[in-house]
């Protein structure tokens, strides 16, 4: 048996992986191959055989500078030799200190309170926000809303905001639901309408649910400019500055769920720089620390820490995780903010987006492409395909083509690392086209109907 068939059969044994039905991996169907990676490298994933994946989705987002970057790993051995972790409660270290004074400096919110995944960062953000009314003296303010389509995690307090209703469904009698605004999905667009007509129509429909709600709503959380999980809906940002005036308006908190849009993904550092406006909590994981350790936090405003500042303990936020602010985790976030100052990231990036948009050329002008979008460095194609399980066929071709894309629904999406070079960035567009063929050629004859190929997806 080869080294790949071993991993492969042991694991299929003894883990259960996420967000699969496991069976699809059974050795009887083998419709998708479970993969075993033995190294990886910049855009690289090596199996144990000699074989290469370019993880053109950046391991679920997470990867910024490549894997195995010498800098964050060069840091990491480094705080290994001094401090492993220390519990935060009661102590403190050079690494979170140092993390939340350059946040805080980024951000303009100079209240760091620290998670390990992106889940606990949406239920941090969620239960700061009504603790901090019901400190306030307004009890009643403890609903939530959300966008249509929205995605802040699985756990069963984020779930009450993750409007999708596959990872929901199962659970529902466990969560309690949030309410929803409509999406301001730039892809709604009627026709003549443009991206911020879409946008102020859905502000507007926000507006007349705050009008009805804001007595017993302590927050609204937003992806600000894509959301992400329910197909690289992009949105124009006066959504954004509207959702701002509103919550303003009616004392609501924002919360900005920049866990999948952070750190330079959308153009900017931050997404919501774009709008020029400030959350009330601003929630960041996944590309914290490059894509190399779990770590999150959620940031906010004086007035809110001011609120749980008291003599009295039951006032003050008394939530914690027992990895806290790790100071490995953190040091990781630390070399990740210095590769985007000593790599100059954010400009580079506009070129690097500029080589992938031309080599993407064919794939958006496809006859069975619709919508072909762009923010920063996140390319999204809806494909017209009568096949139900298109994501599927399709990852698989994409590993033939050796690349790792994973489309959501018939949304097929692109969002490699920073550091994909130009010769990467044609493989990747080709072997896309490619897979994409590949995929398309399964459809039964006469299965792709006319209406399929009118409404897209
Ligand atoms: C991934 C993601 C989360 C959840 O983060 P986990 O670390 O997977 O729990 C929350 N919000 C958004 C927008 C995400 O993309």
Redesign the pocket.
Known sequence: MSLNDTWRQRSLAAVWHPCTQMKLHAPEGARVPLVPIARAEGVWLHDHEGRRYLDAISSW?VNLFGHNHPAIRDALKDQLDQLDHVMLAGFTHAPVVELSERLHALTGLGHAFYGS???SA?EIALKMSAHHWRNAGRARKHRFVGVAGG???ETVGALAVTDIALFREAYAPLVRLADTAPSPDARTAAPGESAAGVAERAAQALAAWLEAHHEDTAALIV?PLIQ??AGMAMHDPHYLRRARELCDQYEVHLVL?E??VGFGRTGTLFAHEQAGIRPDFLCL??GLTGGTLPLSVVLTTDAVYAAFYDDQVARAFLHSHSYTGNPLACRAALATLDLFEQTDALRRNVATAHTLAACFEPLSQHPRVRHPRRQGMVFAWDIACSLPDFARRYARHALDQGLVLRPIGHTLYAMPPYVIDEEACAFLARGAQAALQATLAQEEPGQATVEALRDGV
Do not use: N
């Open positions: 987002w995944d992106g889940a949406t995605y802040h995690g992806e992400c999980a769920d866990i999948a994981s996944k």
